[in-house]
Every structure is written in structure tokens, then in C-alpha cells.
């Protein structure tokens, strides 16, 4: 069994193993009884290297042994190995040739913190979403049908992840279309079954033998000759399985059911595997993980130990922390809080969200109007539209990428029904060392053309707490986005007070340029603003927007400056000159916001100044704007 490690090494483990099974083929050259002195050595360096970097840290801990048995068993890469999401894969980059480069992960330029096709032959599926891998390696196993190969495709995917429905329209398609492919269910969680041990370890090795798999065959040929023995002797092995092992439900749709082993168990993960990777048809494979599995802090708070920051060095100087105000998510959960105790018809609705978006104190406080529909974004959306026909008022938390799932969604089932649902967007904007398949670049674009919809984007911690009580008493679907972190610290008023809907608000008068802000980016364009003695106003609504005063704007200023944290393509900006456009007012325009390309993984401050959106890009691109102007006229 692993062994369990206490502390995170500071210093980098000696690993004489791991030094020789740094890439599948190496690990594959070692003998099957140095595998479980593998997984010590590799959980060992995984402890270390993520104590250098930060990152995802207790779901890698939970597969050290499952991503050292498929890599051995499966001729990676190609066969091909999918990781749902991919917060596990950190064992799985260490073993397929980037073990040095670890101390570049999640930075600019190093290693991506998800399963990256550019980056590895071994990342067959680019993730960073839940739920796609059981879809993707279908994908896989067809084209390896069609192209006569028999290469295999595995699909790896949490307990959690397979709460969505997407998963379960892949493991229905699987079965219809007979896919030779293995699905490896990583349960750790004991979400599906408490049913691990001696017994169920040894059925699993008897199922997913070939003997029984050639008998149950060579079984199926005779009977089926008899009318209605076949189908007596399935449902009778169907109810023998169903009284020991929880696979009764993977069965119905189709895919042989094999498990529950403990995932931990080296030598019966690579006797199963071994077993199954030759069976015809779809294969289901259930194991159970500790998560956080080798380290004791982690096993006790998976949850707290889901990622971890990197370890300082002992005798550095810490620097004084910087004042800062709460974090926007914290400001949203406290004003849920504020408006459920005054309004009792108030509902909150996560699609597994609780910790990211704030919602434990809501959670306690209110648990008969609090739900977690797990990772079901589609679900939670139609969710929250049937209760508001019934008199409830929901608030869907959710973060801007996984809003996009559900698309759809929000525009019948809401939006067509011009329902009273308000989208607390968090996440919007770039978010860090995550990468673009979380940031929130395009809410503003996919949101701003859905008729009826309101839309806001708050510059400080006050204001949104004003701009979630004023969606919140619109009569129909609104959408407030705020970003990651902290705020400038701005005093909040308790009041649940709302503002003026599609009302601006000038931050500073100046002359020539106007900056028009959407978003966070106001205390950046404030300081500009002194630079240039521009007009600096605080937007606050993308839709609707403030016609008077974008009016009163293009008639006093030479330029107009929209700055915002969303793409430029189809955003706040493209609105502001539409209006213009439709109003015959001829004005130089610079639209400043995410460029048309995925900003890849690094810090946010890093992030910001490659788009231009901190105050020493806002201030070039306009002084360059202004020069073009002077040189056109003249």
C-alpha cells in the first residue's frame, strides 16, 4: 500500500525508479513487482514539485497508482488515454516526458495546468471542462474502426464529472454503436458504492477474464438458440452482479460492468486491466481513490487540499501585504445572504460551485432554498427557469466559461419566456494561471444579443452588491459578471439598494478623450484619465446602454475609448458603436479588450499587460490613437 507522507518535501526526492520511468516506454521496461515502489517515489516528487509551483494537488495524489497501471498496460501513446477535466493528469505529465519542466507549470510559457494537445503526443484531448472524455475517446474508437486500427481508446473520467448529462449521452451512443473502448470510472468520493474489498477486488479479476468473458459468449451462442433462455440467463446474471457489485445501471445501457477494485491496489489494477484490454465492446471499469491519497493533510481536507500555493523558502523575507478588499465572490455570497433573509421567494442555484462561488453560508443558512445540482450547467439554467414560472426568484451562480454550456439554455428557456432569472456571472475576464479554457472572455458577446436580457458590469466590491439587487428586481433574465479576486476595497453599504437601470455614472471630467469603462478596469482608466486629463465614466450596464449621455459624449469629445475585459469582437465596445452608427454620429472610436486569440496560462497582472488593459497599455494605445488622429488631419 502507498506510503503516506506528512509534509511536503522542501528538497527534490531521490527517485531512482521514477529516473527510469519518466516516459511510458521506460515505465513499461521495469518489472511488474518495482510498480508499487514507483507510485511511492512518484507521489513522493509530486508532493515536491507542486510545493515549487502551487496547482491542482489532491486529485493527482488520488491516481498515482491508476495513471502507472493504464501507462504500463496500454501502449501509450498510441493507444489513446482521455482525462476527464484534468485536474488529475499532474502523475500523468510526469510520466510521459515533462518531469523536468514541472517547475514550469501554470507560469508563461511552461507547462499548461490541463491536458494539452500542443504540448504532448500523450495529451490526446485537449480539457479544462468536465465531463468531455467519454465523448472524446468514442470519438477515438470510431476512427480507429473506420481506419482499421486496433489501437484503444480509454476514457478516464471522476464520479463527479459523470454527474453531467453529457456522460451519459456518450456511454448511450457508446453502447448503440458496440465502441471498443474502456471507460475507467475514478470514484473518490464513495459517491457510488462503499463496496471495496477482498471479495469485490476477486470478482472483478473474474469478470473481466477472458475465461468468463469466452464462456459468457460461447453461453450466449447455445441459448440463443432456445426461445427466451437467453434472455432469462442475462436477467439472471444481471440480478447475481446487481446483489454484489453496483454496476447494474452501466449494464442497462449496454457496457460490460466490472468493479468496484480499490484504485490503490497496483497489483489487481494491472491484473484487470490487463484482462479487460482486449475485450470486445464497451468496458466499464470502476475503481475508488482516496483523494489526496499518500499525503494525511490532504486525505482529511480534500477539499481544502484541491490546489495548494507554492511553498516559500523558509528564511525569506515576507513582504507586507498589500491592502485589498474582499474577493468579489465573497461579496456576491454575502448580498445572496442579505436578499434571501429579505425575501423568502429568493432560491440559489450551483452547478457544484459551492466553495468557488461562495455559496457555503448560504448553504447553512438557507438549506431548503439551496441547490447544488452537481455538474449539470444545462440543468441548473432550465432548473432556475421552471421555478421563476411558478412564482420563485432564482439566482443562478455560475462561472462565465460553464455558463457557455448552457447556451441554449438561457436563450428558450429563459430568455424567449422572458423569465425573472439573474446570472451571478463569476470568473469574467481572464483568470490566471488556469488558462483559456477558464477565463471568461465571452459572456459580454453571447449575452449582449439575446433580446430582453440586461446586462451589467460592476467596477468595484459596492457596486456589485447595487448592480445584484438591481438584476435581481428586473422583470426578466439579467446578468451581472464580476471577476476573480479581490477589489479595490471600496466601502460597502449594507442597504439593499439598487441604481438607475442603463445610467452611467461620470468618475472624473476632463477633455478631448472619454474613457468609457465596463468593468474593473475603472481604477486603471482613473489614473490614465490624470495622465491625459481625460473623461473617465463608469458604464456600469452593457445593455441597456446610456444613449444620453454616449450622446453628450460624442458631441464634446474627439475620442472615445471603450475598455473592457471581454472580447473585443461582438463586446461592450461593438455595442457602443453600433448605437453610434445607428444614430448617424460620426466619431473615432478605439475599442480596447481581449484580443482575437486564446491568452494563454500565466499570473493575471502578466495577462492584463499582454492585452493592453493595465494602465501603461490603456495610456500607449491612446496616445497612439491620438497621434494617428493629429496626423490624418493634418
Known amino acids: 500500500m502507498p506510503t503516506t507522507f506528512h509534509e511536503i518535501p522542501r528538497e527534490r526526492p531521490a527517485t531512482p525508479l521514477l529516473d527510469r520511468a519518466d516516459t511510458p516506454d521506460g515505465l513499461r521496461r ?43 498496460i496500454f501502449d501509450t501513446p ?12 499532474y502523475p500523468h505529465k510526469i510520466l510521459t516526458g515533462r518531469r523536468e519542466r514541472m517547475g514550469s507549470l501554470r507560469q508563461k510559457d511552461g507547462l499548461a495546468a490541463f491536458p494539452r494537445r500542443s504540448e504532448s503526443e ?19 474508437a470510431i476512427a480507429a474502426r473506420l481506419q482499421g486500427s486496433k489501437r484503444k ?17 456518450a456511454l448511450n451512443h457508446a453502447s448503440d454503436v458496440k465502441a471498443n473502448m474502456l471507460v475507467v470510472l475514478n470514484d473518490n468520493d464513495m459517491s457510488i458504492s462503499k463496496n471495496v474489498g477482498g471479495l469485490s477486488n476477486y470478482l472483478a479479476k473474474i469478470i473481466s477474464s477472458r475465461t468468463y468473458s469466452s464462456m459468457r459468449e460461447g453461453s450466449k451462442k447455445i441459448l440463443s438458440r432456445l426461445p427466451g433462455a437467453w434472455e432469462i440467463a442475462r436477467k439472471v446474471e444481471e440480478h447475481a452482479k446487481g446483489m454484489l457489485v453496483p454496476g447494474t445501471l452501466f449494464e442497462e445501457l449496454g457496457w460490460n460492468y466490472v468493479g468496484p477494485i480499490d484504485g490503490h491496489d497496483l497489483p489487481t489494477l494491472v491484473a484487470t486491466l490487463r484482462n479487460m484490454r482486449d475485450l470486445e465492446g464497451p468496458q466499464f471499469l470502476h475503481v475508488v481513490t482516496k483523494k489526496g491519497k499518500g499525503f494525511a493533510p490532504a486525505e482529511a481536507d480534500p477539499i481544502g487540499y484541491h490546489a495548494i500555493t507554492k511553498l516559500e523558502p523558509i528564511n525569506a523575507p515576507v513582504a507586507p501585504k498589500q491592502p485589498s478588499g474582499p474577493k468579489y465572490s465573497g461579496v456576491f455570497g454575502q448580498w445572496l445572504c442579505d436578499m434571501a ?59 462565465s466559461t460553464f455558463l457557455q454550456r448552457a447556451y441554449d439554455q438561457l436563450i428558450h428557456d429563459v430568455a424567449v ?47 456589485l452588491r447595487q448592480l445584484l439587487t438591481t438584476g435581481y428586481h428586473f422583470q426578466g433574465p439579467a446578468a451581472v459578471r464580476y471577476p476573480r479576486g479581490s477589489g479595490p476595497n471600496a466601502a460597502i ?34 489614473r490614465v484619465g490624470e495622465s491625459l486629463d481625460a473623461t473617465v465614466v463608469d458604464m456600469r450596464f452593457v445593455k441597456p446602454l446610456d444613449e444620453a449621455l454616449l450622446r453628450e459624449l460624442a458631441a464634446s469629445h474627439a475620442l472615445l475609448v471603450t475598455i473592457e475585459e471581454n472580447a473585443v469582437m461582438g463586446g461592450a465596445g461593438s455595442a457602443v458603436s453600433e448605437f453610434l452608427a445607428a444614430e448617424n454620429l460620426v466619431k473615432p472610436l478605439l475599442h480596447l479588450g481581449l484580443p482575437d486569440y486564446y491568452v494563454e496560462h500565466a499570473k493575471p497582472a502578466q495577462m492584463l499587460a499582454e492585452c493592453g ?22
Open 30 to 72: 521495469l518489472a511488474e513487482g518495482e510498480l508499487e515502489s514507483l507510485a511511492d517515489e512518484l507521489r513522493q516528487y509530486l508532493l515536491y514539485s507542486v510545493g515549487q509551483t502551487g496547482g491542482h494537488f489532491g486529485a493527482g495524489l488520488g491516481v498515482v497508482e491508476l495513471t502507472i497501471a493504464l501507462h504500463y
Open 78 to 89: 498510441d493507444d489513446r488515454l482521455v482525462w476527464d477535466v484534468g485536474h488529475q493528469a
Open 122 to 140: 500523450y495529451d490526446t484531448f485537449g480539457v479544462g471542462h468536465s465531463s468531455t472524455s467519454i465523448s472524446a475517446a468514442l470519438g477515438m
Open 153 to 169: 481508446a480509454v476514457a478516464v473520467i471522476g464520479d463527479g464529472a459523470l454527474t453531467a448529462g453529457m456522460a451519459f449521452e
Open 341 to 399: 433573509a429579505a425575501d423568502p421567494r429568493l432560491v440559489g442555484i450551483t452547478p457544484a460551485m459551492k466553495e468557488g462561488s461562495d455559496l457555503v453560508a448560504f448553504s447553512e443558512r438557507f438549506p431548503e432554498r439551496y441547490f447544488d445540482v452537481a455538474i449539470a450547467e444545462q440543468h441548473a439554467v432550465t432548473l432556475a427557469a421552471g421555478m421563476a414560472c411558478d412564482g420563485a426568484k432564482p439566482v443562478v451562480a455560475i462561472y
Open 417 to 463: 419566456q422572458n423569465l425573472d432569472v439573474l446570472f451571478a456571472i463569476d470568473r469574467a475576464g481572464l483568470v490566471g494561471e488556469d488558462g483559456p479554457t477558464h477565463a471568461g472572455s465571452f459572456d459580454i458577446s453571447y449575452l449582449r444579443c439575446i433580446p430582453g436580457m440586461l446586462i451589467a458590469t460592476p467596477s468595484e466590491e459596492n457596486e
Open 493 to 526: 453599504d449594507p442597504a439593499l439598494e439598487g441604481v438607475e437601470i442603463g445610467k452611467a455614472v461620470v468618475r472624473r471630467q476632463g477633455q478631448g478623450v472619454a474613457l468609457l469603462v465596463f468593468g474593473v478596469q475603472l481604477a486603471e482608466a482613473l
Open 613 to 634: 488593459l493595465d494602465q501603461a497599455g490603456i495610456e500607449a494605445a491612446v496616445r497612439r490613437r491620438l497621434q494617428q488622429l493629429e496626423q490624418s488631419s493634418s
